[in-house]
């Protein structure tokens, strides 16, 4: 089961430390500081989950015998780019603002969607890799993961269906990776 | 006030015909297996004091990027990725279009969690978060970029992309991710403008032939829980030489980058430092002189941005730079920025930033041509862009 509330909140203290110690021996230290505290005083938003997601895979797709965490971001961050069997991987994302997108960037990605955008862009411009395909509604995505043979994306989770992945397409029949999420 | 609107108006019907080719999407259009992306943006500049970028003082509209580039994937490890790209930015660049980037990619390595390969052909250096992104208004943290990439007339060339081969290899585990790069660069002939304008020459005293020789750039980074920390160690080296009958000169520069950024969900800090150390010799028969020069520089800033919708983002930043640590009164220079940017759809972004600038270096001295340049300048900073 992935964690909804990932435990990973409690590193601010430590930046501040981080940031404030390089910053002593830099002349501008007193005016850095200052900004620093102006920009951290401001109010934070709580972070929250809104209904629970599953990755959702095409069933032609031959995976890695053990799906982790570090694969799964190798994949949505676009570093890997084909299946053990060669298959190109082609990822379908829900809108930025969409709140299935930001659920299923801090469940299984432990990650913000703008830090996900900008690692995209970095992959688009510098030709390192395709950025994903981005599709309007659930609805749309589920279909597109259906038929593309290679395509990773994720849907909200149905009643009676808690698993973290879901295999779809029209011949359901796999090995049975282990998920580490 | 001069607007160079051939060039623009070219690229911008390039783009557009592109765009016609497909129906609206978010992101890269696909092209007969090419998946191709494109921007274009334009900027406006009003400056008191000091021109930036055309003659800003009147204000400028001298200040735009366009590009397009695709990649295709010839199998699952071999693909062919390219860039071409146009930039008008003053006296400083003049819009002509030239090859960006244009590799094949070998990905000779692939498991479920890690990757390997090498790129042939000419490639983007990595230096700090944003050196390999530069000249696109969508990935810089702001409009103008903090004085560590060295924005200066004839060094962003030689710094931002070389000839040469290239290896990369990450890594990613449960909770970090981390990235390997290294460019060799080849030996390549360099305008003798861009040799003359780093030496600080005047009007053709550098007529010869000049070379960049062995460029070398590796960055060691990592990301941390997702990206919520990351962190970069950056290196880059190489050989300026001269050869005229009149002179002879040597450069040896390296630089060391430390960057380091912290992403929360509404905040995010990027504070980067870079070590320049440069070593010369000048030899010049003609004129009886002889001599040899060291010298160290840095520069440090301090972004922090505020997403106040995930449209509308607010930064400010504290950026500062030694240009020799042993004349630190004469030779320092800080920058405060104050900015927003809104991005309305994701095709489109508009930002706006003012800028305090104390100092000469980051005032382009080839838009203020016979004039004493002043010690303070403020800028007003607008850009729109589009892209596909």
Same mark, same amino acid.
């Given at each position: 089961m992935p964690s909804r509330l990932p435990n990973t909140y409690g590193t601010f203290s430590m930046g501040e430390a981080g940031l404030s110690k390089a910053g002593c021996?830099?002349?501008?230290s007193l005016l850095a500081s200052l900004i620093f505290w102006l920009v951290a005083t401001f109010p934070l938003a709580a972070e929250e989950a809104t209904g629970a997601v599953q990755v959702i895979v095409n069933d032609a797709v031959e995976l890695p015998p053990s799906l982790s965490s570090g694969t799964l971001r190798s994949v949505f961050f676009g570093?890997?780019?084909?299946?053990p069997d060669g298959t190109p991987v082609t990822v379908f994302v829900l809108p930025e603002s969409h709140p299935a997108h930001k659920t299923f960037c801090i469940t299984?990605?432990?990650?913000f969607p703008y830090v996900l955008r900008k690692q995209w862009d970095q992959l688009t411009f510098t030709g390192s890799g395709n950025a994903p395909t981005v599709v309007a509604t659930t609805y749309q995505l589920y279909d597109k993961v259906r038929s593309t043979p290679g395509a990773i994306g994720y849907a909200n989770q149905l009643p009676g269906n808690d698993s973290p992945v879901k295999f779809v397409g029209s011949n359901t029949q796999l090995t049975d990776p282990k998920f580490r999420f | 006030m001069t607007i160079r609107y051939p060039q623009l108006a070219c690229t911008v019907a390039a783009l557009l015909m592109l765009l016609v080719?497909? =129906?609206? =999407?978010?992101h890269a259009k696909d092209l007969n297996g090419i998946n191709l992306h494109g921007f274009v943006s334009q900027g406006y500049l009003y400056s008191k004091e000091n021109n930036f970028y055309g003659e800003s003082t009147d204000g400028s509209w001298d200040f735009y990027e366009a590009g397009v580039g695709g990649i295709y994937r010839v199998d699952p490890k071999l693909s062919i990725a390219g860039q071409l790209y146009a930039r008008d930015a003053g006296? /400083? !660049? !003049?819009g002509s279009i030239r090859t960006d980037y244009f590799y094949a990619d070998y990905r000779f390595f692939q498991s479920a969690q890690s990757g390997a390969g090498f790129r042939a052909g000419r490639v983007r250096n990595p230096y700090g978060f944003y050196n390999s992104t530069r000249d696109i208004f969508f990935t810089r943290p702001s409009i103008l970029l903090p004085q560590l990439y060295y924005e200066g007339y004839g060094i962003r060339e030689l710094f931002f992309s070389s000839d040469g081969l290239q290896l990369y290899n990450y890594w990613d585990s449960d909770q970090q991710s981390t990235h390997f790069i290294a460019t060799f660069g080849r030996t390549d002939d360099i305008d003798s403008n861009t040799f003359e304008n780093i030496f600080g /020459?005047?009007?053709?005293?550098?007529?010869g032939q000049a070379e960049l020789r062995r460029p070398f750039a590796a960055q060691l980074s990592t990301d941390l829980m997702g990206g919520r920390w990351r962190a970069a160690m950056s290196y880059y080296d190489a050989t300026l030489t001269f050869d005229s009958p009149q002179a002879i000169a040597e450069l040896d520069a390296n630089i060391i980058a430390l960057s380091l950024q912290h992403n929360r969900e509404k905040i995010s800090y990027t504070l980067e430092y870079s070590l320049l150390s440069t070593n010369g010799l000048f030899a010049s028969p003609a004129f009886g002189a002889a001599g040899n020069f060291a010298s160290k520089g840095e520069s440090a800033y301090l972004q922090a941005d505020y997403?106040?919708?995930?449209?509308l983002t607010w930064y400010m930043r504290i950026d500062h730079q030694l240009g020799d640590r042993n004349r630190p009164n004469e030779t320092d220079s800080t920058v405060l920025t104050l900015g927003g940017r809104w =991005?309305?759809? %994701?095709?489109w972004l508009l930002a706006a930033e003012v800028h305090g600038v104390r100092g000469s =270096? %980051?005032?382009?001295n080839i838009d203020n041509p016979n004039r004493q340049i002043s010690e303070r300048s403020e800028l007003f900073v607008m850009m729109a862009g589009y892209r596909f």
């Open positions: 021996n830099h002349p501008s570093r890997m780019q084909s299946w299984f990605l432990k990650t | 080719s497909g =129906a609206p =999407a978010l006296r /400083g !660049d !003049d /020459g005047q009007g053709g005293l550098f007529s997403q106040q919708t995930s449209a =991005a309305p759809a %994701p095709n =270096a %980051p005032v382009p």
